[in-house]
């Protein structure tokens, strides 16, 4: 399938008094014209810097994006002009940001935020803007939009909100829409409604989602490839299905067993199994394997060398010394 968004060796980083944090540390990402991309990882893994990288959104200081391309159709963004890059945000690329009472301004109406977008990239006048704002409303299911459109942010509840941070993403029919933890906070109602919102608009507009979640269950249902990061890194790729059936990374496999099943048997004396340790500070990464503390499988070569990202099986990339090497 054609690629409409190419990451390559892209590399982030934070200076801070501790040191620099490597917040993305050589990701290549892949994303498919009207496909679905799920990146998944514990907090602080470096997810939501990857999106405002794609962006060009990241704040430097303290952040810089220190080398790597960034491709929509065989365009680099991070080499295109600072007024050029505000023509790509919210028309050609969006992005659903990952708390909406944040992200809304709360001395505007929703409609008039919705319509600023429009206004901008379509150079449609004032009234007309408002008028698409309140269809836009209608779409992502909001009831009485012609009402809705004159209330103030706060006026809504977390699920209305979230909704409108979709419909201004969707506003101007964007190619690639980035959707940051688009059900956090929510309630599981609510969260399957957005879930389900955010697939029937990739149908009707033929957008292209990278959908940044930690939540395993919303991958498997709605993307059809999975990257899993872990200090800044992708440790493990694939198509759902053959990640989800077979997944090769100790790292993985342990976010996989951290997940209750409703076919097993949960008594007072059965835990989840969790994931020993904690991540490494980004500021101070161990040498070679950065899940070497953690990992049940750990070798000598793990504390000497970096694995690199290779495909074990066809279309399955996994960066790990447990496969291909003698140890």
Known sequence: MEAILEVRNLHTHFETERGIVRAVDGVDLRVDAGRTVGVVGESGCGKTVLALSILRLVPMPPGRIVCGSVLFKGRDLLSLSTEEMRKVR??????IFQEPMTSLNPVFRI?????EVIHLHQGMDHRNALQQSVEMLRMVGIPSPEKRAWDYPHQMSGGM?????????LACRPRVMLADEPTTALDVTIQAQMIDLIGCLR?????????ITHDLGVVAETAETVAVMYAGQIVEQGSVRELFSSPLHPYTQGLMNSVPRIDGSFGRDVFLKAIPGAVPPLYNLPAACRFQDRCPDVFQVCREQAPALEEIVPGHDCRCWLYGRDH
């Open 90 to 95: 919210g028309r050609e690329i969006s992005m």
């Open 161 to 169: 909100r979230q909704r409108v941070m979709i419909a201004i993403a």
């Open 203 to 211: 149908e009707e507009t033929g957008a292209a989602v990278v959908l």
């Open 111 to 115: 409609g008039e935020q919705i319509a």
